[in-house]
């Protein structure tokens, strides 16, 4: 899918969370910060869930940096992850390519969510777009190769920032994912909601450090 239409796609998908069935809202203490939650099945079977929260306007220029990252090694957004995504075990980014309004690389990410549960390894090409007022980060996932001691999953997520000159700045994210193996489904959309939650005061404590 080139980007233009990826990008038109993810456009339609986010603005339609608000129709989506509204799950039971997450409240942090620390930062205080009130995160809604839905959940739709896509007409192909796919479930989705979504955040949508209110960042305060002192957060606006570190969140911006920190969720976009930089299209240079070391410093992308999927490195920023692995800083406070304790799951994750391992990046590593390549093929970075710039573009008029942003950047994409290839990713694999390691995760280990600990227990019985095998490790997991996800290959994704990750899409960054910058505008005036806005910002999109897509993740996409492409076929890669089976590992030893790792089942591969597959992830796909759209996060959205949205700000004017002062005021709040509009985080929004939605994902549909697969981590493979004998995890049954219905474990997976129970545990989704919950997760995506926690990586709101995750990223706002990590960006205050």
């Known amino acids: 899918m080139d980007r233009p239409t990826l990008l038109s796609e993810s456009k339609t998908l986010i603005d339609s969370i608000p129709t989506w069935k509204p799950l039971k809202p997450h409240t942090s203490s620390s930062p205080p910060i009130t995160t809604s939650l839905y959940s739709t099945t896509s007409k192909d079977g796919e479930f989705w869930c979504a955040r949508k929260s209110a960042i305060?306007?002192?957060y606006k220029q570190p969140l911006i940096a920190c969720i976009l990252g930089e299209p240079t090694m070391g410093a992308t957004h999927s490195d920023h992850e692995a800083k406070y995504i304790h799951e994750i075990t391992g990046v590593s980014v390549s093929q970075i390519e710039k573009f008029d309004d942003?950047?994409?690389y290839d990713l694999v990410a390691d995760y280990d969510?600990?227990?019985?549960?095998?490790?997991?390894?996800f290959y994704e090409t990750q899409h960054v777009f910058r505008f005036e007022d806005c910002a999109y980060v897509m993740s996409v996932p492409f076929d890669g190769p089976k590992e030893e001691g790792y089942v591969v999953g597959?992830?796909?997520?759209?996060e959205r920032l949205s700000w004017g000159k002062d005021g709040d700045v509009e985080w929004t994210m939605a994902t549909t994912s697969d981590p493979g193996g004998f995890i049954p489904q219905w474990?997976?959309?129970?545990?989704?909601?919950?997760?995506?939650?926690k990586d709101v005061p995750s990223v706002l404590n990590y960006i205050q450090k």
């Open 102 to 104: 942003g950047w994409k």
């Open 56 to 58: 305060p306007a002192t």
């Open 187 to 197: 474990i997976t959309r129970l545990s989704i909601p919950g997760a995506i939650a």
């Open 154 to 158: 597959t992830y796909r997520s759209i």
């Open 113 to 121: 969510f600990g227990g019985l549960l095998s490790k997991r390894r």
